[in-house]
């Protein structure tokens, strides 16, 4: 079965910080990962997503991830919050092979500090 | 992007009652829809699949006879709370595969309250 740990439940940072949130996933198969972002009394909404390809992705609002295969880790990352970027984060698995079933983290709460 | 809607987005019952809650894919046609519950401060976990036409797949834990789930078209999927109790509520959130995309998207959700 499929399992996705995030390891940072609460994150506070100020503005212009830098932001890396870890996601480990445990799949003996081939993957689709992404990252959803829920802020603050709205709906998930898809950050960014690897599929295949560069392991390093660019999604939206200046968020990047990197897919390390030997790691099983798929990290959010992006060079400097601001204060809109407040929201619960949540990394999420898929098995590639055809059953859509995705398997969510925990979240990581994070706060950006005007 | 795709977009799903859910509704009602509030519902207040009363304990015992059922409570029917729709999930719509508006410009695409949903294969697969999903549905998931989450509870304050945690995760979304899912609750069953389920395609167009056939029979929802609960995960396990899930009971089938107190969420009733019907897949009648491929853009409509509901989920029915049957006779809630106060432990049912929860934040209600579907999902939707289809029109060649891999990814799901998802609705804005429900929140149910049961009193």
């Known amino acids: 079965a499929q399992s996705v740990s995030q390891h940072n439940h609460h994150v506070i940072l100020s503005e212009a910080a830098s932001l890396e949130l870890g996601c480990n996933y445990s799949?003996?198969?081939?993957?689709?990962l992404f990252w959803y972002v829920q802020y603050p009394g709205q709906h998930l909404q898809l950050l960014l997503k690897y599929f295949s390809g560069d392991p390093l992705v660019k999604g939206i609002k200046g968020f990047e991830a990197e897919f390390i295969k030997s790691k099983f880790s798929f990290n959010l990352r992006k060079p400097s919050v601001q204060w809109s970027d407040t929201a619960e984060y949540f990394c999420a698995v898929t098995d590639s092979g055809g059953y859509q079933k995705v398997t969510f983290g925990t979240g990581t709460k994070l706060q950006v500090i005007p | 992007g795709a977009v799903v809607s859910q509704h009602p987005s509030w519902v207040i019952c009363k304990s015992g009652t059922s409570v029917k809650i729709e999930c719509r894919s508006l410009d695409f046609q949903a294969t697969t829809m999903f549905w998931y519950r989450q509870f304050p401060k945690q995760s979304l976990m899912l609750m069953a699949t389920?395609?167009?036409?056939?029979?929802?797949?609960?995960e396990q834990g899930v009971e089938k006879d107190k969420f009733l789930i019907n897949h009648a078209s491929l853009t409509l999927s509901t989920l029915t709370v049957t006779s809630a109790h106060p432990e049912d509520s929860s934040f209600y959130i579907c999902?939707?595969?289809?029109?060649?995309?891999?990814?799901?998207?998802f609705g804005p959700g429900t929140r149910l309250t049961v009193l």
């Open positions: 389920s395609n167009e036409g056939s029979k929802a797949t609960y």
């Open positions: 999902s939707a595969v289809g029109g060649g995309a891999a990814e799901q998207f």
């Open positions: 799949y003996g198969g081939t993957v689709n």
